[in-house]
């Protein structure tokens, strides 16, 4: 193993840190972008939609007064966090994909970006 280090060129490092910063800028990027997109779920037929942008934050909830049961308020609380969840879910799998798309254009071999 010492021995390849020593035999290292070091244009060889340079171009590497030069590729890792690249790397670092165009994945800031993506998750910028990626933050400012927003994805919607809903639960319960429909009764309740939720939107979540790409940071995870709650955006948008939405609830369909013909589809709600005014003296099941408990129904509606299952049915709000199942939305939300489920809008969560979609909003990480995005981004995961996102990353996933970056590492691939970079010609990274998959698993070399933690989650993915």
Known sequence: MFDDLKNMNLGNLGDLMSKAQEMRS??????????RKTVTADAGG??????????????????????LDVNDTELLEDVIIAAVNAAQQRAANMLQEEMRKQ????????????GM
Not at 26 to 35: T, V
Not at 46 to 67: H, P, R
């Open 46 to 67: 429909g009764m309740v939609q939720a939107t979540v942008n790409g940071k995870m934050e709650l955006t948008k909830l939405k609830i369909d007064k013909t589809k």
């Open 103 to 114: 590492a691939q254009q970079m010609g990274l071999p998959p698993g070399m970006i933690p």
């Open 26 to 35: 165009r994945m800031e990027r993506m998750q910028e972008e990626a933050q």
